[in-house]
């Protein structure tokens, strides 16, 4: 696969194209690291430790993990080192932690007397671990699944996104510095049609994790229900609305646009309050233009390209579809005439409920702003994420109850945390990544019940 610098459109290197065998070769190595190997007898306590070891080593490299990220995936580079890179070693530390503290509990029973009984419960992990990740957060999409994974005791097969499998190869070789046992961690670079289909359909997999589009989730659902049932996760598609009422503080609900859209959560539909909308838009406009687009690994960049030409003619296309249905363009919407694939942040005003842009995710720059008077945040079969701009709790509190969305934001936005779990509703999917929650979509709960 020719990867592209997005900015320049120079050719980086090359990378194998893994086929069915890789997978079956793969996989055999993660079932025997699993069954036979040292990783499945190692105490929890070691493999904290390599855990620990492992993130340490991406901090040293943190520098060329960003600057991998940025020309793979056209992240600017002052947010793929603090976001991409820097989250995902914040994962990795959190779940080294709980490697030791993973324990199951005691449960009181009828008794068979006269003799009497004890049961108890043991959190194990699964075995062999399939995770597919998607190209807009490359390397902190693979820590979020990957560091639950391997803390629950678990060996991984995962593929990262065809367009940007760079950082993840380079996680492989510092997993292999830190003493990370050969077959636990395997990296298999290629198409979700070849690699991605396999890994659902394998008999010996016995878990899969997968964050994308919810058409692709689906199909792998259904999938790895019809092979062997094994477990899954879904983090799919949004359409987060956000809901900024007059009363709040206006300058910290004037968002701009967060790595170029491209952000499972972004604020998919801003409702805003129709006393304040066109105060609002004017302000949304100034931010915008003030951001510096151009060249990713530029620090001052603020908004670097899109990540492939595909994508670029998707959001062109949203866009074309949005004037055609009578949705007010107040700002953008055309690709930057300069090399690569820039598109400008754009604002979308007037948009109606029926409107498609209302509807369908853009995963792009592309903000949809709408007056309310009265709340339609829930009229989506989407369940990501919401959030609400208020200074008055009580409205926060209410509203926050009845948003249907697995996470909501309250006077901010996008602030997620290693240590709260994060995952949908509705046609987001199901399963927590982050937080205590995820080891939960890596374990089997196993009930022992003995008499004396």
């Not at 009845?402 to 987001?428: E, H, I």
Request: aromatic share 8%.
């Amino acid at each position: 696969i020719n990867m592209v610098f997005l900015s320049f459109l120079q050719a980086l290197c090359d990378v194998s194209l893994a086929q069915k065998s890789d997978v079956d070769k793969a996989v055999a190595a993660a079932k025997e690291a699993f069954e036979d190997g040292e990783w499945g007898k190692m105490n929890p306590r070691d493999r904290g430790r390599l855990i620990y070891k492992l993130a340490d080593l991406m901090e040293e490299h943190q520098e060329e993990l960003a600057t991998i990220e940025t020309i793979d995936s056209g992240a600017v580079y002052t947010l793929a080192l603090k976001t991409h890179v820097g989250m995902s070693i914040q994962t990795f530390r959190y779940f080294a932690g709980w490697c030791d503290k993973i324990q199951g509990s005691t449960i009181p029973i009828n008794q068979a007397r006269p003799n009497r009984n004890l049961t108890f419960t043991k959190k194990e992990p699964i075995g062999v671990c399939a995770i597919i990740i998607p190209w807009n957060y490359p390397l902190m999409m693979l820590a979020w699944k990957t560091a639950a994974c391997l803390a629950a005791g678990n060996t991984v097969v995962l593929k990262p996104a065809q367009v940007t499998p760079l950082t993840a190869l380079k996680f492989a070789e510092l997993s292999a510095r830190a003493g990370i046992p050969k077959g636990v961690v395997n990296i298999l670079p290629g198409s979700g049609a070849v690699v991605g289909q396999h890994l659902s359909d394998h008999p010996d997999v016995r878990k899969l994790g997968f964050t994308g589009s919810t058409e692709i989730g689906k199909h792998i659902m259904k999938s790895c229900a019809v092979s062997n049932v094994k477990k899954v996760s879904l983090e799919l598609g949004g359409k987060s609305p956000l809901i900024i009422f007059s009363d709040c503080d206006i300058d910290k609900a004037v968002s701009v646009f967060f790595n170029k859209g491209e952000n499972c959560i972004a604020a998919g539909r801003i409702f805003v309050e129709d006393s304040i909308h066109d105060q609002f838009v004017k302000r949304v406009v100034e931010e915008v233009e003030k951001m510096k687009i151009g060249d990713p690994l530029d620090r001052s960049t603020d908004h670097g390209p899109q990540n492939h030409k595909t994508h670029l003619e998707k959001l062109l296309e949203y866009c074309q579809i949005a004037n055609m249905e009578g949705a007010t363009l107040v700002y953008g919407g055309k690709q930057v005439q300069r090399p690569g694939f820039f598109f400008e942040p754009t604002v979308f005003t007037d948009v109606q409920d029926h409107m498609y842009i209302a509807k369908e995710e853009s995963f792009g720059p592309i903000m949809i702003i709408s007056k309310f008077r009265s709340g339609r945040a829930n009229a989506t079969e989407y369940g990501l994420a919401s959030g609400v701009f208020t200074q008055d709790i009580s409205k926060a509190l209410y509203v926050s109850e009845r948003l249907n969305a697995g996470t909501v934001f309250v006077n901010t936005y996008n602030k997620t945390d290693v240590a709260s779990p994060f995952g949908g509703f509705k046609q987001s999917g199901f399963g927590k990544d982050l937080g205590q929650e995820a080891l939960n979509e890596y374990l089997r709960i196993k009930a022992v019940t003995i008499e004396y």
